[in-house]
């Protein structure tokens, strides 16, 4: 017994092996804190670019919905498509075709990983309709990631955590805001001119040309006059804003031509059957005055009257926009009273111009091979820069009505979580 107790004692006074015992007890500890570092970094790298992916998931569905008439399988495939795309690692993504095995295998795994992203992914995608009519789509994006944690972690845990992310957003198949068009169209002697566009449809024609105005001649090929070039060109916004809105709920549009005067004015109407009318009907001949005609438009734009159709409608407030062409310059004034009125028609339709951009009225301006002055006075009307458009052919024209239909008839997409 006292052996065993000098044994005991004699161990104790022995501190040889203290270092080595402390560090095998602490080692564990101080792996496991630098592996809890590590992981930490990581899950919150991955839990972003998770969010992201549903994120950017959800909006392309909605955008599918809303801009390219996707159908709901599409949108949801769409959004699968970009959330498996934006999660793919950047080693696996940047393996190059025939990597050997290597390559092989790095393919595998992130077939696999892909996979496993799908099954774990519900897409929802549920119709509504909006308080205006409008059609709609409320988009949710939910997946979850398994994140293997690293070696030093899995000392003391479970090995993995599980990350989950929702995404949400809103698509809109029809236009949200209404809206009330009206054209102010020239169509005054130059409209009748030849444009560089030959007419297919007939081996020749009489046309005419400035260089020998008023006069015609018989022509072969036969050219497209520039008053029909409009016409085409007002057809293309037209079939847009009614594209937009099938069953004319929303939108609300009429024209006034003018030469030397203003002729009669459309009335604002639902759709665009009526303006159409109105456009094809279009002779070109006389000067040019557009005072009368943008005033005439301002002013029924501006009328109670029109807020309270689209409010008896579909209770929206309108846009409300003016889209002003011309193909030369105000000459009217001048030819009746002289030179010192010649620029009496500019100062009146600016006037107006000013007025309606002070009530919110945005005026689109087209120039179609107008001179200097012309463009000048197109070029201060027009809301802002981006508003006015130069047309120098046939195919500009008709361009710069179609990106007038597209700004006029735009969708709503919009993120909501």
């Known amino acids: 017994m006292t052996g065993m107790i000098g044994l005991v004692g004699r161990s104790l006074k022995d501190r040889s092996g203290n270092i080595a015992l402390m560090a095998a007890m602490v080692l564990p500890v101080v792996l496991f804190g630098a ?37 709901v399988d599409e949108a949801k495939k769409t959004a699968r498509d970009y959330l498996v795309t934006a999660m793919r690692t950047t080693a696996s993504s940047l393996v190059p075709d025939g990597a050997g095995a290597a390559g092989a295998e790095a393919g595998a795994k992130q077939a696999k990983a892909d996979q496993e992203l799908i099954d774990n992914t519900v897409i929802s995608i549920e119709p509504k309709t909006l308080q205006t009519g409008a059609k709609a789509y409320d988009i949710s994006v939910q997946t979850t990631l398994t994140v293997e944690l690293n070696a030093m972690t899995r000392l003391l845990s ?29 169509r005054s002697g130059s409209m009748a001119w030849k444009t560089d566009t030959t007419d297919p449809s007939t081996s020749g024609c009489y046309i005419y040309e400035e260089a020998y105005w008023p006069k015609s001649k018989w022509n072969v090929p036969c050219y497209v006059s520039k008053i029909d070039t409009l016409k085409k060109a007002v057809k293309s916004l037209l079939t847009q804003l ?137 070029q201060g009307c027009a809301t802002d820069a981006s508003y006015y458009f130069q047309a120098e052919k046939s195919e500009d024209l008709v361009a710069a009505f179609k990106a007038i239909g597209d700004k006029a008839s735009s969708l709503v997409v919009r993120l909501t979580q």
């Open 35 to 71: 592996g809890v570092a590590v992981d930490t970094t990581n899950i919150v790298l991955q839990k972003n670019r998770l969010q992201a992916a549903v994120d950017s998931g959800a909006l392309a569905a909605a955008s599918g919905l809303a801009n390219k008439h996707m159908s």
């Open 158 to 186: 479970s090995g993995v955590v599980n990350l989950a992310a929702t995404g949400k957003s809103e698509g809109v198949s029809e236009t949200k805001n209404a809206l009330s068009m009206v054209l102010v169209l020239d």
């Open 242 to 378: 009614k594209t937009a809105d099938p069953n004319a709920d929303y939108v609300r549009t009429s024209a006034v031509s003018y030469n030397n005067a203003q002729d009669p004015a459309g009335t604002l109407s639902w759709g665009t059957a009526s303006t159409e009318t109105y456009v094809n009907a279009l002779i070109a001949s006389g000067g040019t005055d557009s005072s009368d005609a943008f005033t005439s438009a301002y002013r029924d734009l501006s009328k109670a009257i029109e807020l309270q159709a689209h409010a008896q409608k579909s209770g929206a407030v309108p846009t409300k926009y003016i889209v002003f062409m011309t193909d030369g310059e105000n000459n009217y004034f001048q030819n009746k009273t002289g030179a010192a009125q010649a620029t009496r028609s500019d100062d009146a339709t600016k006037f107006y111009c000013d007025k309606a951009r002070e009530d919110g009225i945005k005026v689109f301006t087209v120039a179609f091979k107008a001179p200097k002055r012309g463009q000048t006075l197109l």
